[in-house]
T-cell receptor, first 113, second 112 residues
Framework: NAGVMQNPRHLVRRRGQEARLRCSPV?????VYWYRQLPEEGLKFMVY????????ESGMPKERFSAEFPKEGPSILRIQQVVRGDSAAYFC???????????FGQGTRLTVV | DQQVKQNSPSLSVQEGRISILNCDYT??????FLWYKKYPAEGPTFLIS?????DKNEDGRFTVFLNKSAKHLSLHIVPSQPGDSAVYFC???????????FGSGTKLNVKP
């Protein structure tokens, strides 16, 4: 009974490169949420996706960030042309529906050098 | 705009004593509140929740109290154990929707 799996656990990118973060939800969960945690801060909501649909992306920066949750395969958070300020821990959570308990993955720590 | 605030970045408590972690919020539309526990290099783990129709919810050693008029909630851990040492995040949402607003966390250290 695997939980939410995120990979990679650690990702180092140079400024200007692309970062791809993957999230495999708990089996049977069709709702995925991405959060970002900057150093010394709490988690901040980025985006909520259901299979093939973006439900709420109000926390996503307007540029360079995108997310998808295809019918098959993991959810992907993509950051283009990374900058130092993108360095953070990115957490994915999944649930069976918006009102059910959400389970978090271990996070991907992105470092931009 | 920080809608959920945890004003104590850290708390140190002796084993066996009570730990009280506090959280304040500003959005009166929040009606579902949760506490998450987080160990280093791991994701947050759900601990306990409370909806706005209640003022107390208890689960074993953990009790969450909600004071809607003061927009304040607290987590009580009794008795505290060294394994409780972690960062505790308070989170709130509207209508049980998993779009949470998190506080900045309180690092609890329970000394043996």
């Amino acid at each position: 009974n695997a939980g939410v799996m995120q990979n990679p656990r650690h990702l180092v990118r140079r400024r200007g490169q692309e970062a791809r973060l993957r999230c495999s939800p708990v089996k049977g969960h069709s709702h995925v949420y991405w959060y970002r945690q900057l150093p010394e801060e709490g988690l901040k909501f980025m985006v909520y996706l259901q299979k093939e649909n973006i439900i709420d992306e109000s926390g996503m920066p307007k540029e360079r960030f995108s997310a998808e949750f295809p019918k098959e395969g993991p959810s992907i958070l993509r950051i283009q042309q990374v900058v130092r300020g993108d360095s953070a821990a990115y957490f994915c959570a999944s649930s069976t529906d918006p009102r059910a308990e959400a389970f978090f993955g271990q996070g991907t720590r992105l470092t931009v050098v | 705009d920080q809608q959920v605030k945890q004003n104590s970045p850290s708390l140190s408590v002796q084993e066996g004593r009570i730990s009280i972690l506090n959280c304040d919020y500003t959005n009166s539309m929040f009606d579902y509140f949760l506490w998450y526990k987080k160990y280093p290099a791991e994701g947050p783990t759900f601990l306990i929740s409370i909806s706005s129709i209640k003022d107390k919810n208890e689960d074993g050693r953990f009790t969450v109290f909600l004071n809607k008029s003061a927009k304040h909630l607290s987590l009580h851990i009794v008795p505290s154990q060294p394994g409780d040492s972690a960062v505790y995040f308070c989170a709130a949402s509207e209508s049980n929707f998993n779009k949470f607003y998190f506080g900045s966390g309180t690092k609890l250290n329970v000394k043996p």
